[in-house]
C-alpha cells in the first residue's frame, strides 16, 4: 500500500506540500534537516512556509513515514528511506551515513513480533579521519 492510500485510510489528507516534502525525502539520502528541506521543497511549492514543513515532517514522523534523527548538532534530521538500514553518526562533523542493514529477518523474537529495527552507530567518518591525519 503506497503512502497516499494510507494517508488517505487515516481520514488525512495527502497535501500538496506534504507530496513535495516527501518526494524530495525519497530522492536524497543526505539526511537533510527541516531548514534544507524547505530550501529545497520551496523551488516545488513557492508559498510554502517553514512552519508548515516542520508541522508536515512531525506528521509524518509521528506517522511512522519518515524517519527523525537527532545528531551532536542538536537538530533534527529526516530520512524517508525508513526500511532496511542503520546509521553512522560522524562525531566530528555530523554527518549522517547510511549502513547497510545485516540484521537478521526475522519477525519474531522471545518479546513479541519485530515490525522493524533502527541501529545508531557513532564515530568518526572516513573524511574525518583523513583531515585529522594532515
Partial sequence: MDIKTKIN???DRLTKQRQAILDYLESVYSHPTAEVIYKNVKKEVPNISLGTVYRNLDYLHSHGYILEISSKDKKSHYDAHIHGHDHFICESCNTILDLKSKASNKSKC???????????????????LKLNKK
Avoid: D, P, Q, V
Fill in 110 to 128: 522471545e518479546l513479541g513480533k519485530i515490525k522493524s529495527n533502527i541501529n545508531y552507530y557513532f564515530g568518526i567518518c572516513n573524511k574525518c
Fill in 9 to 11: 485510510k487515516t481520514g
